[in-house]
């Protein structure tokens, strides 16, 4: 299972917390990279954090120190991994998408942008 599945999107109030959660299979995590994304209205799709083949994370300028990626003990064969969101802003308002990437080794990253699976996206509202 390649298609990740997410879960978690609320409302929450400035400088709150919120948690997502992504549900992919173990081989995924451990081979792909895992990237969370947002879009707000109009804007495009931005890259906020991601983590490759399960272990190294990066973030986004945006949200470092604020957001974290962790993930639970596989399970059945399938992973969860979460993105642990803190002092939220209105800024953070957006749908967010979890998505899986090949690996491609012949690129800085390792991770082939261009060809991923994605989810169906979770609302994060922040209102004041």
């Known amino acids: 299972q390649v298609q990740p599945v997410e879960s978690g999107g609320n409302s929450v109030q400035v400088g709150g917390s919120l948690r997502l959660s992504c549900v992919a299979s173990e081989s995924t995590v451990s081979s792909y990279c895992m990237g969370w994304f947002r879009q707000r209205p109009v804007q495009e799709r931005e890259r906020v954090a991601h983590i490759v083949k399960g272990d190294s994370t990066h973030y986004a300028d945006s949200v470092k120190d604020r957001f974290t990626i962790s993930k639970d003990k596989a399970k059945n064969t399938l992973q969860t991994l979460h993105l642990q969101m803190n002092t939220l802003k209105p800024e953070d308002t957006a749908m967010y998408y979890c998505?899986?990437?090949?690996?491609?080794?012949?690129?800085?990253?390792?991770?082939?942008?261009?060809?991923?699976?994605w989810g169906q996206g979770t609302q994060v509202t922040v209102s004041s």
């Open positions: 998505a899986a990437f090949p690996l491609d080794y012949g690129l800085a990253t390792l991770c082939s942008w261009d060809h991923g699976y």
